[in-house]
């Protein structure tokens, strides 16, 4: 159950020194409960990423949903250029006023779709 990236960032959190164990999401800013945790590449591998930063499971299929790989490499390889983006400003406006541990289905957008 995890591959090579996965158990480095498991030994990354557990090596850090750190007041608490809470993991809070850079997308929305809420907790993320081990459940709830998905490691998302800033630049997908595909397009030669190797940085990783832990999200909300909502929050980085929200992202998978709305851009492809090669606009996340391109225009969203921050967490900062992501939240510029108003649709993602929308979800997130909307998750913030959700459980931790809340989970939806996310749906491709059209334009990715027909892509």
Same mark, same amino acid.
């Given at each position: ?7 480095? &960032? &498991? ?43 832990? &999200? ?12 492809? $790989?090669? $606009? &996340? ?6 967490? $900062? ?7 993602? $400003? ?26």
């Amino acid at each position: 159950m995890g591959g090579r990236i996965r158990r480095k &960032l &498991l030994n990354e959190r557990w090596t850090e020194s750190t007041v608490s164990d809470v993991l809070i999401c850079p997308l929305c800013e809420r907790a993320i409960p081990d459940s709830m945790k998905d490691a998302h590449h800033l630049v997908p591998k595909s397009k030669g990423g190797r940085q990783t930063q832990f &999200l909300h499971r909502i929050c980085h299929r929200q992202i998978h949903a709305l851009f492809t $790989e090669t $606009e &996340l490499a391109r225009q969203y390889s921050t967490v $900062e250029a992501l939240l510029a983006h108003p649709e993602i $400003e929308l979800f997130v406006k909307w998750v913030k006023t959700k459980p931790d541990d809340f989970f939806e289905v996310s749906r491709k957008s059209r334009r990715i779709k027909r892509a």
